[in-house]
Structure formats: structure tokens, C-alpha cells
């Protein structure tokens, strides 16, 4: 099946500072990317969808100049959380889509976010 | 605008069937996904509907109607493992961006041995 990976798996950083988290699909090619954001015992919030080559599309509420993302080739999607504070700690899942019958997508193990 | 209900905890007895319903309203409407995540883990795909009827898999079946708005999730035979949070998901095509994918809150189920 599809793999997806993260990277970090966890990182703990101090307020202020900004924190890249990359997003991969190892083996195949993945025209849209999304990210996803999950405070403890909440579903997955939707953050906004990356297609490679161009903007991504921010979902509303989501400020677009603290969540940067770059989505620079079919294999590899960034989410940067630029001066990260406290209430940015969470758990952020990435997933990749694979067009077809089922539009399925695949998810990455997701990292945790801690601010200090 | 879309708004996906689940029920928030359900508990039962391993060994036994529990069923997850899911009510949905989206502007547009292309599939409806299921997903099991275990806690500080990733979701892990479980089925995909898109036209009426049940889907098969395992102990896993999982049921839409779309004029009702409506699917559920039967597990049979729940084994300790099943122990998790099951989301319910739509993919909404109102916006031509027919990938994207909008998630409920989420069921927590408990095993009970």
C-alpha cells in the first residue's frame, strides 16, 4: 500500500521559534497533500490542501502566514509553524491523495508538536 | 456547509457487535470514509462508500444511504484491539475540490472484557 512518512516524529521547541515538519509519500507520486491538526481527544481539523506547484489552499481561520506550507515536488510537502507559541502545541497529520475510484488518502504517523 | 454528527463514546463487550452511526449534510457529496485511530497514532483506513448499500469487510461492514444522509460502522466479534476512536469522514465535492475530505469528531469505543 501507499506509505507516507513524517518527519519530525516529535519536537519540543521554545516559544518564538519556528518549527518545519515534512511530509512525504515514498512510494508514489501524490498530486494534493493536506494537513491536518488534532487537539487531544478532537478529530482531525482540516488545515488546508497543498497541490504541488501551486499555493496552498488555506481552510478558514487558518492564518496562512503562521502555517506555511510548500508543496515543491509530487513526493514532498512542508508545513512550517512560524513563532510558534503554547496553544500551537498539537498533534499534525499529513495525508497524501492518490487519485482513483476511491480517492483514498493516505495518512503519516503525524508529529507532535510541543511549545515550550 | 457540512456538518458531520457521530455519538461521542459507545461501550461494549468483547465478543460481542457494536454499530457506529454517522449522520452527514455537505453540499456536495462524494464518498464517505471510515477510520480507526488508535490514541496518538495516525488513522488507518478501514472502508470507503460511495453508492447505497453494505460494504463487506471482515468483521468490518459498513452501510450508506445517501438520500438519508446516513452510514454506520458494524464491527462483529470486537476483540480488545477494537478499542479506539472510529471517524467518520466525507468527501465533499461542492468546491471542485473533490479530494478534500472532512472528518466527524470522532467515536470513542471501549472494549469491555
Known amino acids: 500500500g501507499a506509505v507516507v512518512s513524517q518527519h519530525p516524529s516529535w519536537v519540543i521547541c521554545k516559544s518564538g521559534t519556528s518549527v518545519k515538519i515534512e511530509c512525504r509519500s515514498l512510494?508514489?507520486?501524490?498530486?494534493?497533500m493536506f494537513w491536518y491538526r488534532q487537539f487531544p481527544k478532537q478529530s482531525l481539523m482540516l488545515m488546508a490542501t497543498?497541490?504541488?506547484?501551486?499555493?496552498?489552499?488555506?481552510e478558514q481561520g487558518v492564518e496562512k502566514d503562521k502555517f506555511l506550507i510548500n508543496h515543491a515536488s509530487l513526493t514532498l510537502s512542508t508545513l512550517t509553524v512560524t513563532s510558534a507559541h503554547p496553544e500551537d502545541s498539537s498533534f499534525y497529520i499529513c495525508?497524501?491523495?492518490?487519485?482513483?475510484?476511491?480517492?483514498?488518502?493516505?495518512f503519516g504517523p503525524g508529529t507532535r508538536l510541543t511549545v515550550l | 456547509g457540512q456538518n458531520i454528527d457521530q455519538p461521542t463514546e459507545m461501550t461494549a463487550t468483547e465478543g460481542a457487535i457494536v454499530q457506529i452511526n454517522c449522520t452527514y449534510q455537505?453540499?456536495?457529496?462524494?464518498?464517505l470514509f471510515w477510520y480507526q485511530q488508535h490514541a496518538g497514532e495516525a488513522p488507518t483506513f478501514l472502508s470507503y462508500?460511495?453508492?447505497?448499500g453494505l460494504e463487506e469487510k471482515g468483521r468490518f461492514s459498513s452501510f450508506l444511504s445517501r438520500s438519508k444522509g446516513y452510514s454506520y460502522l458494524l464491527l462483529k466479534e470486537l476483540q480488545m484491539k477494537d478499542s479506539a476512536s472510529y471517524l467518520c469522514?466525507?468527501?465533499?465535492?461542492?468546491?471542485?475540490?473533490?479530494?478534500?475530505?472532512?472528518f466527524g469528531k470522532g467515536t470513542r469505543l471501549h472494549i469491555l472484557p
Open positions: 455537505t453540499s456536495g457529496f462524494n464518498g
Open positions: 512510494d508514489f507520486q501524490a498530486t494534493t
Open positions: 469522514a466525507v468527501r465533499d465535492g461542492s468546491e471542485n475540490r473533490d479530494d478534500k475530505i472532512i
Open positions: 497543498s497541490n504541488e506547484g501551486s499555493k496552498a489552499t488555506y
Open positions: 495525508s497524501a491523495g492518490v487519485r482513483g475510484l476511491k480517492n483514498e488518502q493516505f
Open positions: 462508500n460511495v453508492l447505497d
